[in-house]
């Protein structure tokens, strides 16, 4: 899929612009509300996406801290702060976890990567806008997301078992496939325009840390703290927040830079790159950790 979006934007000339706007104002906030809409309410189920909410906005702050110190006033620091709170659970993580532990874990997934989701068009939007905008415009910007919309939409139909009818149910299912196809495209799209210099190795260290190492050792201390006091959730829960800490940088930070103008090449180069390193971290991790 990143090839066929290479080819796209380099031989078809297919604009990646026109496909962030497609994502983030039509097919995400479809899946969101697809998400949401068909999830099992419970009390430990409704507390993933808000935990994970948590972790990716303290985990954005705490590196957008090491940014400006690392970065000083260029934008490269709103985006290692996008970067560092986000990761590829819809476009990577999904298919991952199917294969893994089957249908009866992905509605787990899907509560978990919601949380990344709200986080990635409120608080990570905002201080990747602040990158090129104001404060009151970034603001005036996540306004206008329907994504967060789409989440509160969907609970408020799941919760008043709303039908919505095979005909509407069947046309939102083929979100899902978009959302894979154009995610993974419009990397290959964001590598058309790459060059040497947008290889920022300092970038690229610092979001590697954040996504394969600082997010780990939280979502291990979340797990270890849980077994041993509250045992508030189960065994296939602590297999989801382990897997979906490990997945590599969002695909949407080339979508979110794009629609921004905050370094897409750059974003591009970290996400190509972290999608490779993952198809050999993540085995690595699920056997050492025996997820199965």
């Not at 969101?32 to 189920?45: D, E, H, P």
């Not at 806008?129 to 789409?150: D, F, H, M, Q």
Request: glycine content about 6%.
């Amino acid at each position: 899929m990143i090839l066929l979006g290479y080819f796209a934007a380099r031989r078809l000339k297919v604009q990646k612009e026109s496909i962030a706007k497609l994502l983030i104002y039509i097919v995400v906030p479809v899946v969101i509300f697809s998400g949401v809409y068909t999830a099992k309410i419970s009390v430990a189920n409704l507390s993933l996406p808000i935990l994970f909410f948590v972790i990716c906005s303290l985990t954005a702050l705490i590196f957008l801290a090491i940014g400006t110190f690392v970065f000083k006033k260029d934008s490269t620091k709103n985006l290692l702060a996008f970067t560092s709170g986000s990761g590829n659970t819809g476009y990577f993580g999904f298919p991952v976890i199917l294969i893994l532990f089957g249908n009866q874990a992905f509605s787990i997934a899907v509560l978990c990567s919601l949380g990344y989701v709200l986080y990635e068009s409120s608080l990570g939007f905002f201080l990747m806008a602040k990158g090129n905008y104001t404060a009151k415009e970034s603001l005036t910007r996540i306004v206008k997301l329907p994504s967060v919309y789409a989440f509160f939409v969907g609970l408020l139909f799941n919760y008043l078992n709303i039908n919505l009818g095979e005909v509407a149910t069947t046309t939102i299912e083929s979100f899902k496939g978009a959302y894979t196809l154009f995610g993974m495209m419009i990397i290959g799209m964001g590598l058309v325009t790459v060059t040497i210099r947008h290889i920022d190795f300092k970038f690229l260290s610092i979001s590697f840390l954040a996504k394969f190492l600082f997010w780990p050792v939280v979502i291990l201390g979340i797990v270890f703290l849980d077994k041993t006091f509250s045992q508030f959730y189960s065994q296939d829960i602590y297999n989801v927040l382990i897997l979906m800490s490990i997945v590599p940088l969002a695909a949407n930070t080339v979508t979110f830079a794009t629609e921004l103008k905050v370094h897409p090449d750059k974003a591009a180069v970290a996400v190509f790159g972290s999608t490779l390193f993952a198809l050999f971290y993540i085995p690595l991790m699920v056997s050492l950790f025996g997820l199965s």
